[in-house]
């Protein structure tokens, strides 16, 4: 079935740890994107990719990192979880990141909570 | 800054006509694009302008104003499916979507 995964579906971890979230799209997409949402905000973007190899900061980097390895696959790595990363995460995929057109399709999301 | 702003919520009944609006301020315009979100789902794509004027899919139709920054999204002949979150966003001059807070849409019977 053609789409993007993520895992997991939901996480709950102690402040300090290290966590890796898992984002796999299978349409050949050349952008990725990772998002959180918090209520009441909007979605803000974390890091994002345009082709395989590259990736570049959004509007909220801080405590994040990114690889893009391949086409297909986009972790998102928290290196040591504090409480205000409790969000809802959203991976996200796009035929080429630069067309005005450009329509971003949604994985099923990530619920993390860090305590 | 960049700025999007939708009303937070909204209530309608099941059958009728609802207009929700969107008011942006960004660096640049390349469209502006309207997502549906269930309560506890992903986002999906519900339609693109980038010319001023009028889009019709459906049930659902999107208007744009580029000199008035403004967007709506008209939702006819309102179903119990469609109460959720619609959320505005648009393309910057880098590609970049900057998104609204969304409005939370809830029909009643």
């Known amino acids: 079935i053609a789409g993007i995964t993520q895992a997991p579906t939901s996480q709950i971890l102690a402040a300090g740890r290290r966590m890796t979230l898992r984002c796999t799209q299978d349409m050949r997409h050349n952008a990725m994107y990772w998002y959180r949402q918090d209520l009441g905000l909007g979605l803000r973007l974390i890091h994002y990719s345009n082709t395989a190899g590259t990736t570049g900061k959004g509007e909220v980097p801080d405590g994040y990192s990114v690889s893009r390895a391949n086409t297909d696959d986009f972790p998102l790595t928290l290196a040591s979880a504090v409480p205000s990363q409790t969000s809802v995460y959203f991976c996200?995929?796009?035929?080429?990141?630069?067309?005005?057109?450009?329509?971003?399709?949604f994985g099923p999301g990530t619920r993390l909570t860090v305590l | 800054g960049q700025n999007i702003d939708q009303p937070t919520e909204m209530t309608a009944t099941e059958g009728a006509i609802v207009q929700i609006n969107c008011t942006y301020q960004?660096?640049?315009?390349?469209?502006l694009f309207w997502y549906q979100q269930h309560a506890g789902e992903a986002p999906t794509f519900l339609s693109y302008n980038v010319l001023d004027g009028l889009e019709e899919k459906g049930r659902f139709s999107s208007f744009l104003s580029r000199s008035k920054g403004y967007s709506y999204l008209l939702l006819k002949e309102l179903q119990m499916k469609d109460s959720a979150s619609y959320l505005c966003?648009?393309?910057?001059?880098?590609?970049?979507?900057?998104w609204g807070a969304g409005t939370k849409l809830i029909i009643k019977p």
């Open positions: 996200a995929s796009s035929d080429s990141g630069t067309g005005p057109t450009d329509t971003q399709y």
């Open positions: 960004t660096s640049g315009f390349n469209g």
């Open positions: 966003a648009v393309t910057d001059s880098n590609y970049q979507l900057i």
